[in-house]
């Protein structure tokens, strides 16, 4: 699942403060894909934590500006959502899905696990060792849309499918050592502010990666494959709806 | 005889590169809008008319027929018309857009330009939640090559008919899969519910006249254009036509998405997925998300239709099939559902804010063995000040789970405080469940 990767991964650098140029033109350009600019702001906010790695008080002034908005207003917008984040993120943001099915298939004995092997409490950063290339944050997820894939992780927003605290483990390990690591449905795991780059709308060329899904998303159709099994075949239906069909 | 699985939506997510427009439409994709586009179909009104006689009703969980939804569109007011796909899926157990729009987005897109053509919107939004990165790369590179191809854009093939898209990312709320608080997400506010009426197809977004549809929804409308109504309403039930992706998690062999005709049983399901996991038995279940009250191994052979479901005492929802052995304890589930609930409560209406935050104490309580009797009684009376008193339906969701794992489980609820604790081991339940490990 973690396949090892030469690719390198960039030294995170001190975290400008100031929102440059090129940043208040790509704030603007996001706003003027909506028939009404403030519609623009949850990508501008996730803009905001690629440029600054969270949501800084120098970005909620700009997204303000951009927008004729108080600052009031855009930090009471950010505040509201979840994966806007406060204080810096990792290169990696860890989410173990602790929600009803996810939990009882092994998502808290995972989440459990890796609290104990980073040394850290939900939405905590673990800390950074002299071997470590990048530094991972944990935290524990509602129900992420991969029910069938259960118990799930996500990191940067990438499906990983399938764990248990062993491949969790490891999987952390991966990250922070820089191995490089392939979503199971995906690409290899970018920066989480590269992440957010293509959340607010900055398409990375990357949706070729990986598979259409794995095994649990196709296994139906492989039935009905094997069986022989269709929708009926529309020459085959009367052409007119039968009497009560309307509703 | 329709066969036992009908596959529709996911019937090109085995083919190469099936997320690639070339390969969508090497497997007959873009068929329903050419056909929609032609003058002699008879315009929107006549996809209006297809999709209302197809029997569509909504696949995001409440069942309301599509074609009529579009119906309430005025047509004689001066604003724009907007379109906006619902795919913040989020209900817990629901994992059905997710795939489809990682495997064939296109079949999405297709669907979002003939609605948009139906209720004659010339702008559409995809509001896909922020958490699922992949996905959104694929709908996003999807929009790009529909307008690359004159799908999307000005004058779509010649038809004097303009559509553009933006693809959206939520950006973390559960409440935003509600259509009112999604509304006011896209709007870039806080994602909290409006006040209805007036209703979104009235007053939606920027107050105008809005058509919000689920993902399931509007993937459904290219096959009922392509195929005809009366071939959709071939399949299914009488007042639940169609075909429906029922996804399968938990305790069972084989998870995963099935695509059949509504009114499939889960026993046939469980049958087709290899049976439940190790031989045991299934203990209880939700049909259509943790909001859908849960059901048991006495609700095997109720037919999976919005009539059926609902005669059983639930909802046919999302079509979440969460399946939990009996190595589960219904409270410690029950519990952590509520936890959710408490979390995800967007804090504008007072019973469920602070009614949600009552739960969990009482429940928490009962979990750890420190309650009482009396305590069963409190947690259904909270129940009943909260159900039916907010604007959105995520109160009437959280007390769900609550007041259908007393109505089956109540003796194991009594057990946790007769015993002093939970009589479960959780290591039982895991996907890696050591050798040996039992119930209890």
Redo the contacts between chains.
């Keep these: 699942m973690s396949t090892p990767m030469s690719t390198p991964i960039s030294v995170p650098v001190t975290t400008p403060t100031v929102i440059d140029d090129t940043t208040y033109a790509e704030l603007r350009e996001i706003a003027a894909?909506?028939?009404?600019a403030?519609?623009?702001?949850?990508?501008m906010?996730?803009l905001v934590q690629s440029v600054h790695g969270r949501v800084t008080p120098e970005g909620i002034e700009a997204c303000a500006e951009v927008?004729g908005l108080s600052a009031a207003e855009v930090s009471?917008?950010a505040t509201?959502?979840?994966?806007?984040k406060r204080k810096p993120v990792g290169d990696y943001l860890v989410?173990v899905c602790?929600?009803?099915?996810c939990?009882?298939?092994?998502g808290?004995?995972i989440f459990d696990r890796l609290k104990e092997h980073l040394d850290v409490g939900n939405d905590e950063t673990a800390e950074r060792r002299p071997q470590d290339a990048a530094t991972v944050s944990l935290e524990h997820?509602?129900?992420?849309?991969?029910?069938?894939?259960?118990?799930v992780v996500?990191v940067?927003?990438?499906?990983m499918d399938?764990q248990?605290?062993e491949s969790a483990t490891q999987l952390v390990d991966d990250l922070r050592t820089g191995a490089g690591v392939r979503?199971t449905?995906?690409?290899r795991i970018c920066s989480w502010r590269q992440?957010e780059r293509?959340?607010?709308?900055f398409?990375?060329g990357?949706?070729?990666?990986?598979p259409?899904?794995g095994?649990?998303?196709?296994?139906?159709?492989?039935?009905?494959?094997d069986?022989?099994?269709?929708?009926?075949d529309?020459a085959s239906?009367?052409?007119?709806?039968?009497e009560?069909?309307?509703? | 005889m329709?066969?036992?699985?009908?596959?529709?939506l996911?019937?090109n997510?085995?083919?190469d590169?099936?997320?690639?427009l070339a390969s969508y439409e090497a497997q007959g994709g873009y068929a329903g809008l050419k056909k929609a586009l032609a003058p002699e179909f008879g315009g929107p009104d006549a996809v209006v008319s297809a999709v209302?006689?197809?029997?569509l009703?909504g696949r995001g969980g409440a069942g309301f027929?599509t074609g009529?939804k579009w119906g309430f569109i005025p047509q004689d007011n001066p604003k724009?018309k907007y379109l906006v796909v619902n795919a913040d899926?989020?209900?817990?157990?629901?994992?059905k857009?997710?795939?489809l729009m990682?495997?064939?987005p296109h079949t999405l897109v297709e669907g979002v330009i003939i609605s948009s053509f139906a209720i004659r919107a010339n702008?559409a939004f995809i509001y896909i939640?922020?958490?699922?990165?992949?996905v959104?790369?694929?709908v996003?590179?999807a929009v790009?090559e529909a307008y690359l191809a004159g799908h999307l854009g000005k004058n779509i093939h010649g038809s004097g008919y303009d559509l553009d898209v933006?693809?959206?990312?939520?950006?973390?709320?559960?409440i935003c899969g509600e259509e009112t608080a999604l509304l006011e997400?896209?709007?870039?506010?806080?994602?909290q519910p409006r006040l209805r009426p007036p209703f979104p197809a009235v007053a939606g977004l920027?107050a105008s006249p809005t058509v919000i549809n689920n993902v399931e929804s509007i993937a459904s409308v290219p096959s009922i254009i392509?195929?005809?109504?009366?071939?959709f309403?071939?399949?299914g039930t009488?007042?639940s036509?169609g075909?429906g992706i029922?996804?399968?998690?938990?305790?069972v062999t084989?998870?995963?998405?099935?695509?059949?005709p509504l009114g499939i049983t889960l026993r046939t399901l469980i049958d087709?997925?290899g049976g439940m996991r190790g031989g045991r038995q299934l203990k209880f279940w939700t049909p259509g998300g943790?909001s859908t009250p849960m059901l048991t191994a006495e609700h095997l052979d109720v037919p999976l239709d919005f009539e059926g479901v609902g005669a059983a005492g639930s909802m046919l929802g999302t079509r979440?099939l969460?399946l939990?052995d009996e190595t589960?304890c219904a409270v410690?589930?029950t519990l952590?559902?509520t936890e959710?609930y408490k979390?995800?409560s967007?804090g504008k209406c007072t019973p469920c804010r602070e009614g949600t935050w009552w739960l969990v104490q009482t429940l928490a309580r009962l979990e750890k063995g420190q309650g009482s009797e009396a305590d069963l009684d409190l947690l259904l009376d909270q129940c009943d000040n909260i159900l039916g008193r907010s604007f959105c339906a995520l109160a009437d969701g959280a007390v769900s789970p609550i007041q259908s794992s007393i109505q089956y489980f109540r003796d194991e609820f009594v057990e946790h405080f007769t015993s002093g604790g939970c009589p479960f081991d959780?290591?039982a339940?895991?996907?890696?469940a050591p050798a040996g490990a039992s119930a209890s």
């Design positions: 894909r909506y028939p009404q403030r519609s623009g702001l949850l990508p906010l996730h927008l009471g917008v509201f959502y979840t994966m806007f989410g602790t929600n009803t099915l939990a009882v298939m092994g808290d004995a997820i509602e129900c992420n849309a991969a029910c069938d894939y259960a118990p996500m940067n927003w990438e499906f399938n248990t605290p979503s449905r995906g690409p992440a293509v959340l607010a709308g398409n990375d990357q949706a070729d990666e990986g259409a899904g095994a649990p998303t196709m296994h139906g159709l492989g039935i009905a494959r069986r022989g099994w269709t929708a009926p529309p239906v009367p052409a007119q709806p039968q009560g069909d309307s509703k | 329709t066969d036992t699985l009908t596959p529709v996911t019937r997510w085995d083919a590169r099936s997320w690639t209302k006689d197809s029997g009703r027929p009529m724009p899926e989020s209900e817990p157990g629901t994992c857009d997710i795939p990682m495997a064939s702008q939640r922020g958490e699922v990165l992949h959104i790369r694929r996003q590179r790009q933006v693809v959206h990312a939520g950006a973390g709320a559960y997400g896209l709007e870039g506010r806080r994602g920027y392509d195929n005809g109504a009366a071939w309403s071939s399949m009488e007042r036509k075909f029922f996804s399968l998690s938990g305790h084989n998870p995963g998405q099935y695509e059949a087709l997925a943790s979440a969460q939990f589960v410690r589930a952590r559902w959710f979390h995800e967007c959780p290591a339940s895991t996907l890696f």
